[in-house]
C-alpha cells in the first residue's frame, strides 16, 4: 500500500503562474516532509522540507503546506519559471520508526511538472 | 503487487567485510538507480542501469559495485565494508528516468 501518493504523474503550467503540485498521506507517524527536485539523468536534489509542527514554509518561490488533519501538502511555486520543469518528488519520515521499515523516507512517485513559455 | 523490492531491510555487519543489497523491479521499468541517503535532505545518486548499461556512476568508492544480471534487477555489491559506509541506500527505477519513478522501500546499512 503507498503511504505517500502523488495523483499526478504529470502537470502543465504556463511560465509566470502559479505551480501547485499535491502530495497525500497515510501514515500518521511521519511527522516530517520534503519536496526534492530531479532533473533527467540527475539525482533528485533536496528542495524545501517541513515538519509536522509547522503548517507553511517558505523559501523563496517555493511554500509548502501541511494540512494535518487531511494529511495533504502541496508545494507552490510562483512565478514559475522555465527551468522549473522537471519531476517533483513528495517524501516523508518518521522521527520514531514504526512497521518494521527501514526508517529512511518514503518517496511519493513524482509528478513531470512542464513549464509551457 | 508492481513494485521496486530490495533486501534485506536491515544489514548490520562488521567492518571489512563484503555485502549485497538486492534490487529487483516487476513494473517493466528501463533504468534502474541506487542513492545513498546521507542525512534526511541529501540523497546522492551511486549509479544508473538503462537496459544493463551503466549510464551514470558518480564519484563512489570502487568498493561499491552495482551487477545487473537483466533489466529487472540491479545488486549492489560492497566489498571491505567500512564505518562510513553506514547510511540508508535506496532502489529506485523509472521509464526513461522521467515516467513512474518507483524508489524500494530503502535498506539501511550498519557498519560496526
Known amino acids: 500500500d503507498q503511504q505517500v501518493k502523488q495523483n499526478s504523474p504529470s502537470l502543465s503550467v504556463q511560465e509566470g503562474r502559479i505551480s501547485i503540485l499535491n502530495c497525500d498521506y497515510t501514515?500518521?507517524?511521519?511527522?516530517?516532509f520534503l519536496w526534492y527536485k530531479k532533473y533527467p539523468a540527475e539525482g533528485p536534489t533536496f528542495l524545501i522540507s517541513?515538519?509536522?509542527?509547522?503548517d507553511k514554509n517558505e523559501d523563496g518561490r517555493f511554500t509548502v503546506f501541511l494540512n494535518k488533519s487531511a494529511k495533504h501538502l502541496s508545494l507552490h511555486i510562483v512565478p514559475s519559471q522555465p527551468g522549473d520543469s522537471a519531476v517533483y518528488f513528495c517524501?516523508?519520515?518518521?522521527?520514531?520508526?514504526?512497521?518494521?521499515?527501514?526508517?529512511?523516507?518514503?518517496f511519493g512517485k513524482g509528478t513531470h511538472l512542464i513549464i509551457q513559455p | 503487487d508492481t513494485a521496486v523490492s530490495q533486501t534485506p531491510k536491515y544489514l548490520v555487519t562488521q567492518m571489512g567485510n563484503d555485502k549485497s543489497i538486492k534490487c529487483e523491479q516487476n513494473?517493466?521499468?528501463?533504468?534502474m538507480y541506487w542513492y545513498k541517503q546521507d542525512s534526511k535532505k541529501f540523497l546522492k545518486i551511486m549509479f544508473s542501469?538503462?537496459?544493463?548499461?551503466?549510464?551514470i556512476n558518480e564519484t563512489v568508492p570502487n568498493r561499491f559495485s552495482p551487477k545487473s544480471p537483466d533489466k529487472a534487477h540491479l545488486n549492489l555489491h560492497i566489498n571491505s565494508l567500512e564505518l562510513g559506509d553506514s547510511a540508508v541506500y535506496f532502489c529506485?527505477?523509472?521509464?526513461?528516468?522521467?515516467?513512474?519513478?518507483?524508489f524500494g522501500s530503502g535498506t539501511r546499512l550498519t557498519v560496526v
Open positions: 517541513i515538519s509536522s509542527i509547522k
Open positions: 513494473l517493466g521499468h528501463d533504468t
Open positions: 542501469y538503462n537496459n544493463k548499461e551503466l549510464i
Open positions: 501514515n500518521s507517524m511521519f511527522d516530517y
Open positions: 517524501a516523508a519520515s518518521a522521527e520514531v520508526e514504526s512497521g518494521g521499515g527501514a526508517d529512511g523516507l518514503t
Open positions: 529506485a527505477s523509472s521509464l526513461r528516468d522521467i515516467y513512474g519513478y518507483t
